[in-house]
């Protein structure tokens, strides 16, 4: 089991939202029509929590830095800080490369855009 915890770096009220898997969550645009990247919830799968990982009993939180390309699919992902445990984080890579988003705007045309998100794994 784990929790997913996004960090899109804008709006405290729509992260709540997003994070509730509200439908029809979006950004509020400013002035300039600009947006930030936005999670499509249901585009998205669990990552599978490594069988060894599971068995050692590692718990942690990872955060990853990634790339949205024009289209919302993830074009890179760094990892920002290490959950301390490489094979979970290498899992909350791949399962992020399979979700899809709204790409991030910039005077209402699509841009790739970098944003961040953290993978809480707990066991229960």
């Known amino acids: 089991m784990y929790q997913r915890t996004i960090s899109m770096q804008s709006r405290a009220a729509l992260l709540a939202a997003c994070l509730l898997g509200i439908a029809g969550c979006a950004t509020a645009a400013d002035t300039k ?4 990247a936005l999670l499509d919830f249901d585009s998205c799968a ?4 490594p069988h060894a990982d599971v068995q050692a009993g590692h ?3 990872v955060t990853l830095n990634f790339l949205v390309d024009q289209d919302g699919k993830v074009g890179d992902s760094k990892v920002a800080k290490s959950s301390g445990f490489p094979t979970m984080d290498e899992a909350a890579r791949t399962a992020l490369v399979k979700c899809r ?6 005077n209402g045309k ?15």
């Not at 699509?110 to 229960?124: G, R, S």
């Open 101 to 106: 988003f709204r790409p991030a705007t910039k």
């Open 110 to 124: 699509p841009v790739k855009d970098w944003t961040k998100v953290q993978y809480v794994w707990t066991l229960k």
């Open 33 to 36: 029509g600009n947006e930030r």
């Open 46 to 49: 669990k990552p599978e929590y």
């Open 59 to 61: 718990q942690g939180t």
